[in-house]
């Protein structure tokens, strides 16, 4: 049967702030990415993340972004590649505690937001970002685009990797997602949405804005967990995946299929 991995960005709330719908979307999911303090989250908000993806039995990952609480990480920064190293060492280690708090093993790690998008663009940022992950856990798998820096990087250093999707951005011809600052980036109609997951799942491509068909590595779809339709989205394409015959399960046992 078909497997794919729904991980979802949580634990992004801090202090009196709260964002997302943490509680009602992870019983829906397979993979969590939580946030680590940089761009979001605080220890506490990290403690509780971790702590119910445990009890739903939802694999966990660090979601390590730039120091830009102000920005939510999506700002361009630079950075030298040897300090996001460190910064991705640190976040990765600070989420791992709580993992080992909780008795779970850490699965992965998505960078976040900027750093997510430049990586993939910046060989020597993606090397960067490689050699933070495995000097902390070799055995964790980088999640990001099927193509790109990122996953070249990964396949140097000796990381797995799981293709990600995104069930409500579009795409340019190179793979990459559409700039949030440009019309069309975010796909608003639901059945739209959840019609390109299906493509991208069972065929391995998706319409770009341009109307090219383009290849995908449809490991994981990451659904969303803010905005007042979040719960119903997840649940929609969750649906629609059993519907369609196509199991869901963490990213770790989908990779898992392929390296066999």
């Not at 030298?80 to 909780?102: R, S, W």
């Amino acid at each position: 049967m078909k497997m794919v991995d729904l991980n979802c960005d949580l634990g992004e709330s801090f202090g009196n702030y709260k964002i997302g719908m943490d509680e009602q979307v992870l019983p829906w999911i397979t993979s969590a990415n939580i946030a680590c303090g940089f761009h979001a989250s605080d220890p506490v908000i990290m403690d509780k993340t971790v702590r119910m993806a445990a009890e739903c039995g939802v694999k966990i990952g660090a979601h390590p972004g730039y120091q830009d609480l102000a920005g939510f990480g999506r700002r361009n920064m630079k950075v030298a590649p040897a300090e996001v190293t460190d910064l991705i060492i640190y976040q990765i280690g600070a989420l791992k505690a709580f993992c080992a708090a909780y008795g779970v093993k850490m699965q992965h790690v998505k960078p976040h937001g900027a750093l997510y998008n430049m990586a993939d663009k910046d060989e020597e940022l993606a090397m960067a970002v490689c050699r933070g992950i495995r000097a902390v856990d070799e055995e964790l798998i980088l999640l990001g685009p099927g193509s790109g820096k990122m996953v070249q990087a990964a396949q140097k250093s000796g990381l797995k990797t799981a293709g990600e999707v995104f069930a409500d951005r579009a795409y340019m011809e190179d793979g990459s997602l559409v700039p949030r600052t440009q019309p069309g980036a975010m796909i608003e109609e639901e059945e739209e949405a959840i019609e390109r997951v299906l493509k991208m799942v069972q065929t391995g491509t998706v319409t770009a804005i341009t109307g090219k068909e383009i290849p995908v590595k449809a490991d994981s779809v990451c659904v969303h967990g803010d905005g007042e339709k979040a719960l119903l989205f997840v649940q929609k394409i969750k649906k629609a995946l059993d519907e369609a015959g196509i199991a869901t399960a963490p990213m770790s046992r989908v990779i898992g299929e392929c390296y066999e």
